[in-house]
């Protein structure tokens, strides 16, 4: 099983930036994709979810900013993060849980900076 997450960089406050996250070796379906991140210093929090046939639930945070989606044919979990914070600097993670059995996969992290 691997996730592989894409797409961080660094860009200035008030800019954009989509992550990937693709997975391989699960029945991609049987999952609900998640986002987290983890800033330096910080306990890794919740960002994002989007539960298979479900309405994305995100953090208080990033409400209204960010936007989770999945595209099942490409087994890609999405995350286009607009009007971006110095806050929401952080190494982001991808998460697949599944929704039959107790078992979850990390992804890689990728790292976003933005800068003020």
């Known amino acids: 099983v691997q996730l592989q997450a894409s797409g961080g960089g660094s860009v200035q406050a008030g800019g954009s930036l989509r992550l990937s996250c693709v997975a391989s070796g699960i029945t991609f379906s049987s999952y609900d994709l998640l986002w987290f991140r983890q800033a330096p210093g910080k306990e890794r929090e919740f960002v994002a979810r989007?539960?298979?046939?479900?309405?994305?639930y995100y953090a208080d945070s990033v409400k209204g900013r960010f936007t989770i989606s999945r595209d099942n044919a490409k087994n890609t979990v999405y995350l286009q993060m607009n009007e971006l914070k110095p806050e929401d600097t952080a190494v982001y993670y991808c998460?697949?849980?599944?929704?039959?059995?107790?078992?979850?996969?990390w992804g890689q992290g990728t790292e976003v900076t933005v800068s003020s």
């Open positions: 998460k697949a849980e599944s929704r039959f059995i107790a078992t979850s996969y």
């Open positions: 989007f539960m298979w046939g479900g309405t994305p």
